[in-house]
């Protein structure tokens, strides 16, 4: 373990759960890299996502960005191209995108697709599939309302979602971020989270919290507290 790690850590009570307000302060202080890290945040749910009905899926807006300007292509058509360019999106086009799209051009963050041209995209799904590039009405990329969905995914909009073992990981921030401004985001994000637990699940939903940075150590986070 590196020096500066073992430094960082010092601050760190292994043992003890924090508020989401403590545990904020305490990763922004261990973020001693010479760049500005990425503030992520791990949780355990108490869910079975081979369930369908328990698979925890959405979408969040983080009211302080992610930190990162997200470079967005939409497919469309119509007046909705027009709509996507007014709102910063970094390509926006029908017929002209997918050619792109299928020669494996893939420098952007999300692709947004009204539903009109979803036939033509699942051609790609090869492609755009194993990258997370796919739009899905589930995380709101697949949609007529362009406009806004651009705005908002470029001002922090996330895509929360369970991995295969109920684990959340998703950033909050960045390292530069005031504390206030990370915790925010992870109450946010965490509120988020406690409204879409599946009737279905039985017993303790939010099971563990970590909150940490791209190269700091991770911080417990009580999982009884209420997120508001």
């Known amino acids: 373990m590196g020096k500066r790690l073992v430094a960082a850590e010092k601050n760190i009570n292994v043992d003890k759960f924090y508020s989401v307000e403590e545990a904020a302060a305490l990763v922004k ?58 709102a910063g999106a970094l390509l926006a086009g029908d017929a002209d995108v997918i050619e792109k799209l299928s020669k494996g051009w893939l420098d952007f963050d999300v692709l947004v697709a009204t539903p009109d041209v979803m036939k033509d995209l699942t051609k790609l799904g090869k492609i755009l599939g194993p990258k997370g590039l796919m739009p899905n009405p589930k995380a709101g990329t697949v949609t007529f309302d362009v406009s806004r969905t651009v705005k908002e995914l470029k001002a922090g909009r996330i895509e929360y979602k369970v991995d295969a073992t109920g684990i959340m990981h998703s950033i909050v921030g960045k390292a530069s971020f005031s504390e206030d401004k990370i915790a925010q985001n992870a109450k946010t994000l965490l509120h988020a989270l406690v409204v879409a637990k599946p009737a279905s699940s039985k017993g303790q939903y939010v099971q563990s919290i970590t909150l940490t940075s791209t190269m700091g150590p991770g911080v417990k986070v009580d999982p009884s507290q209420k997120f508001e």
């Open 29 to 86: 202080k261990g973020a001693t890299a010479k760049f500005d890290e990425t503030i992520e945040i791990h949780v355990k749910l108490g869910v079975d996502p081979k369930q369908s009905d328990q698979n925890v899926r959405g979408t969040v807006n983080l009211p302080n960005g992610t930190g990162k300007d997200k470079r967005v292509v939409v497919v469309a058509k119509g007046e909705k191209v027009k709509e996507a360019q007014a």
